[in-house]
């Protein structure tokens, strides 16, 4: 079970490759909050879950590392990795989410079974 201060993979849809520069290449990936606004990341493939390549089917399953800051019921507050910042202060990204969207980090791509919730979602 996922608790404060826990690591996790927040499930997300990477929507599209973007363009191959800056190397490994650059993608949008969506994700929709508790309240289901819909938010957009774009950063470099390597900092999402999974195998994001040019020719990969999109949309796609994918995951954002996020760290657990608070959780209360079934929402947690969840801020990005040192990877995904905003702007030059290198601030995180902050977003109350449903908490059954958090997996534990895992090397694996994230399958479409586990990430059928956040793709239906995103598709409402």
Known sequence: ?????????????AVSWLTD????GIVLVE???????????????VYFG????P??????????RCTIEDIND?????????LL???PAHLPFVFEVLLDLLVPPNPQPPNASTSLA????LAE
Do not use: F, N, W
Request: include cysteine; proline fraction near 10%; hydrophobic fraction near 30%.
């Open 31 to 45: 994700l929709l909050d508790a309240y289901g606004r819909p938010h957009q990341l774009v950063g470099k493939s």
């Open 85 to 87: 910042t905003d702007g």
């Open 55 to 64: 020719t990969s089917p999109y949309p796609c399953p994918t995951s954002i």
């Open 1 to 13: 079970m996922l608790s404060k201060g826990d690591s996790c993979e927040l499930l997300a849809v």
């Open 21 to 24: 520069d800056p190397q490994p």
């Open 74 to 82: 079934d929402l947690a507050t969840v801020s990005t990795t040192d």
């Open 50 to 53: 999974g195998e994001l390549l």
């Open 118 to 121: 956040a793709t239906v979602r």
